[in-house]
């Protein structure tokens, strides 16, 4: 059963149960009240008339006769009333004003006992009567029956009772539709949710519902939050999916060319007409193009090693990390006749050696690459705001601005052509922002073209 018909129906039967026992009490207790008020007007009506009647024997000869015509002046008088009177004396009625109530019934208004009375409702005939009897004359030899027509009493009851019935309905109409409106409308947050589910289950992540100010409101605010953090992270995963597409497509791409070649070269070299010469070159060709395959197999490696692996943070003493490094490239560095220069004012780093040997010289062989000839490559270390700050700066070539974030992306290259004539695969910076992560640190470029690029490396010291 749906929510809404819930508080429908739950309206309904309790405000019917409500209107049922407050309309019973209410034509209950004006009844009750009713009958008490006709009953003490029926006892101050009999004992008047019994005083009447007994005043008027008293001024006569007290004989049966007399008393019958006594009492029969006085019930055809109060039969016009629509009371009617019985008169018992001596073991005989001596007037019977009425046959209204059965023989039967009457014997038990006939054993009275002294100084008090008898009084019943009795219903005859589908009518009610209020019926009181008393002893009084001759030593109490004699008992006088009163009967009185109450219907109406009983007739507005039943009145009473068809029309609260008959407003019942109506209320019941009139309340069903408030309820009905009431429920749906108090359910609406609901009914929203539910749209909202069916269209996040269909995809639809984009779904917003609009809030409310009450207990539902702080439920929608946490499904819409839900439905954004679903939809960022679909996202992501369809961003991560092209990505590695990507990946895939240019790691295709990039192992395609160098075996290529290879074959190429190969199939040179089986035929018959290859001079020495030839095959010497054919040769040295096929070792570069091997030698790039490893290049990007050893760094496909390392980016898979920098992404799973967890570090141990050491003490690295700076100095001696960038001698090391600088032994590395220093025939790189001749080639082109560069300069490698350093300001170290932090002796010590935080990080796996290993890790930031790797990082650095990356760093430093790309900027060789940018390079042509005679250029500067400048390597500062400080602290700064509690951080160990690393940079590598040089006077290349340069990035163009609407490149700067795709340059950590694997197997990108600014300049395709010239980063396959100077061996690059386009991994390098990935690598080293995949390092820089691992460190919880930050890696920043700043390039202009033709002027150069600075790359800072800003890493924590706790």
């Known amino acids: 059963m749906k929510l809404w018909l819930k508080i429908f129906l739950s309206i309904l039967l309790l405000s019917l149960t409500t209107l049922f026992i407050s309309t019973s009490f209410v034509i209950n207790k004006s009844h009750i009240s009713n009958i008490k008020r006709e009953q003490e007007r029926s006892i101050n009506e009999f004992d008047l008339i ?45 007037y019977k004003g009425s046959e209204l109530i059965k023989q039967n019934d009457l014997k038990n208004f006939l054993s009275v006992e002294s100084g008090t009375k008898t ?53 019941v109409l009139i309340l069903g539709i408030f309820s009905y409106l009431y429920a749906k409308w108090i359910t609406r947050p609901i009914d929203s949710l539910h749209k909202g589910a069916i269209a996040i289950s269909g995809g639809d992540y984009s779904v917003k519902i609009k ?26 995963l369809e961003q991560k999916a092209k990505e590695r597409q990507v990946f895939i497509d240019d790691l295709s791409h990039e192992m395609n060319t160098p075996l290529t070649s290879i074959q ?28 790039r395959m490893k290049d990007i197999y050893t760094k496909l490696m390392t980016i898979t090693f920098a992404r799973e692996q967890s570090i141990e943070l050491i003490k690295i003493p700076l100095n001696t990390l960038i001698d090391e490094i600088t032994d590395a ?7 082109k006749d560069i300069k490698l220069v350093h300001q170290i004012h932090l002796p010590i780093i935080l990080g796996d050696k290993t890790l930031i040997y790797m990082l650095l010289i990356n760093l430093i062989k790309n900027s060789i690459q940018a390079i042509e000839n005679g250029g500067i490559i400048e390597i500062k270390a400080y602290e700064e705001n509690k951080n160990s700050i690393l ?43 995949d390092i820089v992560s691992l460190h919880h640190g930050e890696l920043i470029i ?11 490396i800003i890493l924590p010291m706790k």
């Open 391 to 433: 940079s590598i700066s040089d006077n290349g070539i340069g990035i163009p601005k609407d490149k700067l974030e795709e340059v950590v992306k694997p197997f990108f290259r600014v300049d395709k052509s010239r980063s396959r004539k100077t061996g690059g695969a386009g991994l390098g910076l990935s690598i080293c922002k």
């Open 50 to 94: 019994k005083l009447s009647i007994q005043n008027n024997v008293d001024l006569n000869i007290s004989s049966k006769n007399t008393i019958k015509i006594v009492a029969a002046r006085y019930g055809e008088y109060y039969e016009e009333k629509g009371i009617h009177l019985l008169l018992y004396h001596k073991g005989e009625f001596v």
């Open 211 to 236: 809030r409310t100010s009450d207990e539902f409101g702080d439920v929608v605010n946490a499904f819409n939050d839900m439905a954004e953090a679903i939809e960022n992270r679909t996202e992501q």
């Open 329 to 335: 490239v220093t025939l790189q560095l001749e080639e």
């Open 119 to 171: 009084i019943q409702i009795l219903e005859e005939g589908n009518r009610h009567y209020i019926v009181l009897s008393g002893l009084f004359l001759d030593n109490n030899q004699s008992t006088l029956i009163y009967i009185r027509d109450i219907q109406s009493i009983y007739d507005a009851k039943y009145q009473s009772i068809q029309m609260s019935v008959a407003l019942a309905f109506l209320f």
């Open 264 to 291: 190429g070269y190969a199939e040179f070299l089986l035929s018959a007409n290859a001079s020495d010469e030839q095959k010497q070159k054919s040769a040295k060709n096929i070792y570069t193009e091997a030698k």
């Open 446 to 456: 700043e390039s202009e073209l033709g002027k150069g690029t600075m790359v800072k």
